[in-house]
């Protein structure tokens, strides 16, 4: 059996095993299964070698541990650039990260033209660096929202990309193509809330990308097609990091609907 799995503190809410397991089955891969592997912060080091000493083929990594591995693993150059890894092969021990895969895969997917369009980054977390490092390489001109300008500003130099720090009230003499939500204002349990400060005025006819994914339609989707916007939720971006992954264990292309599909059908059991 060639099983792999996330790792993660806590991962009982993870809609991996659904979209890859449901992955396995379509590509007739039936000996291959996906597990949930909750590992405490404190035992990172001890959790990688048991689940590599049991035979696991590789992990995705989630929240918090995408930058505590980093130190018993081979990143790439990627994965490096980014502080944080979200994938590990342990055949040889290589780690990468597909966030940034997932996110413009699932803009392109969308028809989202990213050369020199004005995207709007909130928040300037994890999240937010991969998707900076993303549209910096697609040639998108990148302003940063965050509540603090300072960590805003060492994301940029991290990175080493061009980008603006800006505030909200900025926004309003700059036209904005794309708003691209890495916060998790707005996620479950939490769906009342908006990233969005009700005090300043929502960009018109923006496209709004919301990584969030549960729920599917956040207050910040709604309020871009309030305002002549199209509103688009994460959920893509998890599953096409998710494929990215899956190509790398096995060697094979990812059936991305059959795997976005299973993960739609899980939220909608959860909710």
């Known amino acids: 059996m060639n099983r792999v799995g996330v790792i993660g503190w806590p991962v009982s809410h993870s809609l991996s095993p659904a979209m890859h397991n449901a992955a396995f089955a379509a590509l007739g891969l039936d000996d291959w299964s ?9 035992i990172i080091r001890q959790g990688l070698r048991e689940i590599r000493d049991h035979g696991f083929v590789g992990v995705n990594v989630t929240v918090p541990h995408k930058q505590a591995v980093l130190p ?99 926004t309003e003499d700059w036209y904005v193509d794309l708003i691209v939500n890495c916060t998790s204002v707005g996620m479950w349990p939490k769906v009342d809330e908006c990233p969005w400060p009700e005090d300043v005025a929502f960009p018109e006819g923006a496209t709004v990308y919301d990584m969030v994914y549960r729920p599917e339609r956040t207050r910040l989707l709604e309020k871009a097609e309030a305002h002549g916007g199209r509103a688009i939720g994460g959920l893509g971006m998890l599953v096409r990091q998710g494929a990215a992954a899956f190509k790398i264990w096995t060697g094979e292309a990812a059936p991305v609907e059959v795997m976005l599909e299973a993960a739609r059908e899980k939220l909608r059991v959860e909710s």
């Open 72 to 170: 018993f693993v081979k990143a790439d150059e990627l994965a490096t650039a980014l502080g944080a890894v979200n994938t590990i092969d342990f055949r040889d021990n290589r780690a990468t990260n597909t966030d940034v895969a997932g996110f413009i895969g699932d803009l392109k997917a969308h028809g989202i033209e990213l050369a020199n369009a004005n995207v709007l980054v909130l928040g300037a977390g994890g999240a937010a660096r991969s998707a900076v490092y993303g549209l910096a390489r697609a040639g998108a001109n990148i302003g940063i929202v965050n509540r603090t300008a300072d960590k805003a500003q060492q994301l940029i130099a991290d990175l080493g990309v061009k980008a603006r720090v800006l505030s909200f009230a900025d």
């Open 34 to 42: 996906y597990e949930l592997l909750p590992i405490p912060p404190d």
